[in-house]
């Protein structure tokens, strides 16, 4: 079974450039989330995503990041414009979701390490 | 919102045990995990707790107490490639599914 997949996995831009990531959960998985990692630190929630709804988004920078999950599979997040103190890994995760019961863990990507000069 | 602590950074030799406590405060306690978390790759999902006593699972272990707001991890026969950041994670029942990361142990497994 394909885990989840993220794509670029390193992105380096200047500030007030734009930058987006993608990616694609595991099969089935209805849950999706976005986190932000900072060095030494625990991944920090930005946004999940119920299926194709946004169900918690309460830390999401709103005024330069974006995110979207049209169909309820894939999901792109996009920052614009980048500032120096977004530089960061970007996670993504999902989960089987609510409606299935259980520990409902959730599985990550890769990541897409993000410096922005 | 949780609160969650843990140890830093923790040393320990090739074959030996290390604990990893990890202590949280949450207003709707809905189950505990740790991940283990190699240097620039992602978490992957070691163990799970959400009622009280010990959970084994070959060489790890993990424990919880919901009354004293915390849990350890124990890792036994400690390997090189043990050498990692482990991460606890709080869920809480008033959002479920949301987990609250500590900022994780930097355990360092010498020969």
């Known amino acids: 079974e394909a885990g989840v997949v993220q794509s670029p996995r390193y992105k380096i831009i200047e500030k007030k450039q734009p930058v987006a990531f993608w990616c694609n959960p595991i099969?089935?998985?209805?849950?999706l989330y976005w986190y932000l990692q900072n060095l030494g630190q625990g991944p920090e929630l930005l946004i999940r995503?119920?299926?194709?709804?946004?169900?918690?988004d309460s830390q999401l920078p709103k005024d330069r990041f974006s995110a979207e999950r049209l169909k309820g599979v894939d999901s792109t997040l996009k920052i614009q414009p980048a500032e120096l103190g977004d530089s960061a890994v970007y996670l993504c995760?999902?989960?089987?979701?609510?409606?299935?019961?259980?520990?409902?863990?959730?599985?990550f990507g890769p990541g897409t390490r993000l410096t922005v000069l | 919102g949780q609160n969650i602590d843990q140890p830093t950074e923790m040393t320990a030799t090739e074959g030996a045990i290390v604990q990893i406590n990890c202590t949280y405060q949450?207003?709707?306690?809905?189950?505990l995990f740790w991940y283990q978390q190699h240097a620039g790759e992602a978490p992957t999902f070691l163990s799970y707790?959400?009622?009280?006593g010990l959970e084994e699972k070959g060489r790890f272990s993990s424990f919880l107490s919901r009354s004293k707001g915390y849990s350890y991890l124990l890792l036994k026969e400690l390997q090189m490639k043990d050498s990692a950041s482990y991460l606890c994670?709080?869920?809480?029942?008033?959002?479920?599914?949301?987990?609250?990361f500590g900022a994780g142990t930097q355990v360092v497994v010498t020969p």
């Open positions: 995760a999902s989960s089987p979701g609510i409606s299935r019961g259980g520990r409902n863990e959730q599985f």
């Open positions: 099969s089935g998985h209805n849950t």
């Open positions: 995503y119920e299926n194709e709804e946004a169900v918690d």
């Open positions: 949450t207003s709707g306690f809905n189950g």
């Open positions: 707790n959400v009622l009280d």
């Open positions: 994670a709080v869920r809480d029942l008033n959002s479920w599914g949301k987990l609250q």
